[in-house]
């Protein structure tokens, strides 16, 4: 089974930009989690998606959203970039939405804002 | 809100035992987890234990769970060099939904 896949891996952009990060999970797993990871904050929970309704969500502006399509796919939007938003952005996808499902992180987006 | 601490840095020699702690402040957290990452990698989870059990042993890898401290420990036994990595604490509270994950324990093995 592949694992979960993060495009792109690697993304640059300017002040003021927005960004779109995508996700497909695991075959099967109909819930999608997005992280922030940063070495000042560590990992920050985003919001996670399941069969296309957002469950919950964590502390952060508006100007971060995402989406979760009918193939579970997900995509997560970042609007008018600040330089603190650069960070390692996981994905990570589980069967569904119980506390014990295990959850399969991506490898990540590293996203720089210069 | 949830707070969930560890300490930065451990180091130990290879066949020794690692011992990684971890504390939480939210009593009604109901599962407790273990997290690896090496770099370049996303994480991956280790183990997790419910908040009724005091222990879960799964082969080199044993978690202690003092729910009256609020207090998850991991410990790897005959520690490798493949055991180097940041090893994250995360607790899941029923009530929000969501996991908080601690700042990460970067374990390093010395040969």
């Known amino acids: 089974k592949a694992g979960v896949t993060q495009t792109p891996r690697y993304l640059i952009k300017t002040r003021g930009q927005q960004v779109t990060l995508s996700c497909s999970p695991i075959?099967?797993?109909?819930?999608v989690s997005w992280y922030q990871q940063t070495p000042g904050q560590g990992l920050q929970f985003l919001f996670e998606y399941f069969s296309e309704t957002q469950r919950n969500k964590g502390n952060f502006p508006g100007r971060f959203s995402g989406r979760q399509f009918s193939n579970s796919r997900s995509e997560m939007n970042v609007s008018t970039l600040e330089l603190g938003d650069s960070a390692l952005y996981l994905c990570a996808s589980r069967p569904l939405a119980t506390p014990t499902d295990t959850q399969y992180f991506g490898p990540g987006t590293r996203l720089t804002v210069l | 809100g949830e707070d969930v601490e560890q300490s930065l840095f451990l180091s130990v020699r290879e066949g020794d035992s690692s011992v990684i702690n971890c504390t939480y402040t939210d009593s009604s957290s109901t599962y407790l987890y273990w997290y690896k990452q090496e770099p370049g990698a996303g994480l991956q989870l280790l183990t997790y234990i419910f908040s009724n059990m005091d222990m879960k042993q799964d082969q080199r890898l044993t978690v202690l769970l003092n729910k009256k401290d609020k207090h998850l420990s991991l410990r790897i036994a005959d520690t490798q060099t493949g055991d180097s990595a940041i090893y994250f604490c995360?607790?899941?509270?029923?009530?929000?939904?969501?996991?908080?994950f601690g700042d990460g324990t970067t374990l390093t093995v010395k040969p």
């Open positions: 075959s099967g797993h109909r819930s």
């Open positions: 995360a607790v899941y509270n029923t009530n929000a939904g969501k996991s908080t």
